[in-house]
């Protein structure tokens, strides 16, 4: 039981009336890295939220290192010891930093709060954390607006890293980066999982970072897991409409938009058939296809 | 340029950024420094004792022994306007202090922990505004007696729901931001989250909404003097003067109800601009 860092079994929320996250299942290695993708609204930012509990589960149990924490933290103790097992990157970086705070302090005030350090020893561990995002002290002396987008996210970074999180969330979180400073950060977060063993969850829409960054990839549809498996084998012959529809809608060379209209009557087909449920297998069997080259009039 | 000491150009800061080079802000704020120290200084600046009495000079118009004239008891206008900014300002800073702090408290509280918390303390709020404030003010000096403190009590209670209703809303916009989220999943204390991280980013707001409450509280405190029920003469205070004032309008005197009118209203606007100037400030921060 405890060789899993992450435990997830049968988690559920309604709000209201809708189901955002029926029945989701799933566990993380210590120092894995899976990628729970799904659209928006696919409950997959809601399940993340849950684990790091800023959402109560309506049921199922989430688990780090067999330590149950699906209910309200009771007490300073209990609070503390799950911070330090889950921590969350936030999908926007302008946001997600107190535009109060300088940098430095940023980073200091978990590990004031988590660990009896000394102020140079508090000092000296905030300086190697920032080091490790690739921050100098010229950084550590600003306040977050005048950061870049990038640094920002690696002031994010170093923050979540403070309290030597067994696994850290990425919600959506190079998602409002530009292109080549995305690269950099997943680059770096590829560097700190090797140097650390932290495990990642990237909760993500975008399959092109799943393939370089996710050992695992678990698909969300309308709040329920439809796929699930390593992320080569799933992405090389998605089992699931739905996890095509989404492979086909990223657009490359060869890109053919009537295929993904052919994907959508496909799912609706399915879904007709037997409504998305965790364990029902495709009634549709994936038709291999070479990647077609023609090109719709559309483009 | 002239060398400025550090400290003072630290201090005046935060003045420079509201007024921000606007001209109209700058001459409000100008205003009401000049207000304050007149306040202060008082007993040296004023031309007369608020409270002697010149009977040779009683309703005179503007003499240049009596710069604003004499009221009906041949009191020198002017020095009770001076001395009448005391009352004047002190009244209405208090019920500003309070109802900030009881608003804040109220307000963030209700958002932070949301369902039967928040609607009890919004239907109290509530409760509170559907009651006239010069009402209470009333009711409450028929238990305290005439002076200023039952005015001020009942101030602060009215003002509160204005304050807290607006620290509700920017609470709650506040508190679904990833920040103060990031917070919470740093394992700190919903209090610690709301004293020292909410409620620094959501103050500038508040005191926008208080700087123009300032305004509002000095015109009710002015209109329970001038009723009878605020400051009690013969000490000087701006509404108790144009009620002393309002029956020599009829012997064709205007200055002694118009000169503490017209503190009234440029006080009261002076306030309005500033705080509209620092909630302008806050809006162009957010975006």
């Given amino acids: 039981m405890t060789e899993h860092a992450l435990e997830v079994e049968g988690l559920r929320k309604t709000f209201g009336d809708h189901v955002a996250v029926d029945g989701v299942s799933f566990s993380l290695p210590p120092g894995g890295s899976l990628a729970i993708v799904g659209e928006s609204g696919s409950g997959k930012t809601t399940t993340a939220r849950m684990l790091v509990g800023l959402e109560r589960p309506d049921a199922g149990r989430i688990r780090v290192g067999g330590r149950d924490r699906s209910h309200v933290a009771r007490g300073r103790a209990t609070r503390l010891a799950r911070a330090r097992e889950i921590q969350m990157v936030f999908q926007d970086p302008y946001l997600s930093l107190d535009p109060r705070v300088t940098v430095a302090a940023c980073v200091e005030e978990p590990l004031r709060l988590h660990f009896s350090m000394s102020p140079a020893e508090r000092r000296a561990r905030r300086d190697e954390l920032l080091a490790r995002v690739g921050l100098g002290e010229r950084e550590a002396d600003a306040l977050p607006r005048r950061l870049s987008g990038g640094q920002r996210q690696r002031v994010a970074i170093a923050r979540a890293l403070a309290t030597r999180p067994k696994v850290l969330i990425l919600d959506e979180a190079t998602a409002a980066l530009d292109v080549s400073i995305q690269a950099q950060i997943l680059d770096l977060l590829a560097e700190i999982r090797r140097d650390t063993g932290v495990g990642y969850l990237f909760v993500t829409h975008n399959l092109a970072l799943v393939r370089h960054v996710a050992d695992d990839i678990l698909v969300l549809y309308q709040g329920r897991v439809v796929e699930t498996g390593p992320t080569r084998e799933v992405l090389a012959a998605p089992e699931h409409p739905y996890t095509r529809l989404l492979l086909h809608s990223v657009p490359r060379p060869g890109w053919d938009p009537a295929r993904i209209a052919a994907d959508r009557r496909a799912l609706a087909a399915a879904l007709k058939e037997t409504p998305p449920s965790p364990a029902s297998a495709d009634p549709l069997r994936h038709v291999p296809e070479t990647n077609s080259t023609e090109r719709s009039a559309a483009q | ?287």
């Fill in chain 2, 1 to 287: 340029m002239t060398a400025v000491p550090v400290h003072r150009r630290r201090f005046f800061a935060p003045l420079a950024r509201v007024a921000g080079g606007d001209k109209l802000v700058t001459a409000a704020l100008a205003l009401l420094a000049l207000l304050i120290v007149a306040a202060v200084l008082a007993p040296w600046i004023a031309p007369h004792d608020p409270d002697a009495v010149d009977l040779s000079a009683t309703l005179s118009g503007s003499t240049p022994e009596h710069l604003l004239g004499a009221d009906q008891s041949g009191r020198d206008v002017l020095s009770r306007l001076i001395f009448g900014a005391r009352t004047g300002l002190l009244g209405p800073l208090v019920v500003v202090i309070v109802s900030t702090v009881l608003g804040m408290l109220i307000g963030v509280t209700a958002a932070w922990h949301g369902g039967v918390v928040d609607a009890v303390l919004s239907r109290a709020m509530e409760l509170v505004f559907s009651f006239p404030a010069l009402l209470l003010a009333i009711i409450l000096v028929a238990v305290f007696g005439v002076g200023l403190t039952a005015p001020v009590i009942a101030m602060s209670v009215a003002y509160a729901p204005y304050v807290g209703r607006l620290a509700r809303s920017v609470a709650l916009r506040e508190k679904a931001r990833p920040y103060i989220q990031a917070y919470r999943v740093q394992g700190w204390s919903g209090w610690v989250i709301c004293v020292k991280h909410l409620l620094p980013n959501i103050a500038p707001l508040i005191l926008a909404q208080s700087a123009i409450n300032f305004g509002y509280a000095l015109m009710d405190l002015a209109a329970l003097s001038f009723l009878g029920f605020g400051v009690q003469p013969p000490t000087a205070d701006w509404g108790a003067m144009i009620n002393e004032g309002s029956s020599s309008l009829l012997q064709g005197a205007m200055l002694p109800a118009l000169a503490p009118g017209v503190a009234i209203v440029i006080t009261v606007v002076a306030f309005g601009i500033v705080g509209e100037s620092i909630a302008d400030r806050v809006a162009r921060r957010e975006q």
